[in-house]
């Protein structure tokens, strides 16, 4: 089986909405993304229920199947961290409009290619777009957190296809001759 992944995937964690207060009137949050064996943490934001981050984490995509989880935790000094609630990132609404490859060169700028909504199999608290915009595909979301009394994580996906990656697109999406 080939253990080269299909690509990488940018999760841009923008910031917190109305998250938990797990200290005496604040809290200390982070985020937390796990894929697989790969795990990524940014950074404390202090005494903020409303954090903003603007934080990219690349993580390797080996199998789109495999669940991306984004746990929110409350910083503590002298005790374990608070968990705050946590989040599935359903990709694949956006892996799919990946695959439609060249057919989005003559889409304009800020084109929605689809619209995703809310349901009970992903975590989304509004509808989500999957947008073309200057050669690329973006997907913005905002993310419901479970196992918590209230909060949100807004976060955008952008998806890269380096050396030594399979590749999820048609062939020859970029636009630029292959350098063999």
């Given at each position: 089986m080939d253990q080269r992944?299909?690509?990488?995937?940018?999760?841009?964690?923008?910031?917190?909405?109305?998250?938990?207060?797990?200290?005496?009137?604040s809290s200390d949050p982070y985020v937390v993304i796990t894929v697989a064996d790969q795990t990524l943490k940014t950074r404390v934001v202090k005494k903020n229920?409303?954090?903003?981050?603007?934080?990219?984490?690349?993580?390797?995509?080996?199998?789109?199947n495999v669940p991306i989880r984004l746990t929110v935790f409350d910083w503590d000094k002298f005790t374990g961290d608070d968990k705050m609630g946590d989040?599935?990132?359903?990709?694949?609404?956006?892996?799919?409009?990946?695959?439609?490859?060249?057919?989005l060169l003559r889409?304009?700028?800020?084109?929605?290619?689809?619209?995703?909504?809310?349901?009970?199999?992903?975590?989304?608290?509004?509808?989500?777009?999957?947008?073309?915009?200057?050669?690329?595909?973006?997907?913005?979301?905002?993310l419901r957190l479970n196992n918590v009394e209230c909060g949100e994580i807004e976060v955008m996906l952008e998806w890269h296809e380096g050396a030594g990656c399979r590749g999820i697109t048609s062939k020859g999406v970029g636009g630029g001759s292959s350098s063999t």
């Open positions: 992944p299909l690509g990488l995937l940018t999760i841009h964690v923008k910031r917190g909405i109305n998250l938990a207060i797990r200290d005496h009137r229920c409303n954090p903003v981050w603007n934080e990219e984490m690349t993580v390797a995509i080996k199998d789109p989040a599935n990132l359903d990709i694949q609404p956006y892996l799919e409009s990946l695959k439609m490859g060249m057919e889409l304009p700028n800020g084109c929605a290619i689809k619209r995703v909504q809310p349901s009970r199999h992903n975590c989304l608290s509004d509808e989500s777009s999957i947008v073309w915009n200057n050669g690329k595909i973006t997907q913005d979301m905002i």
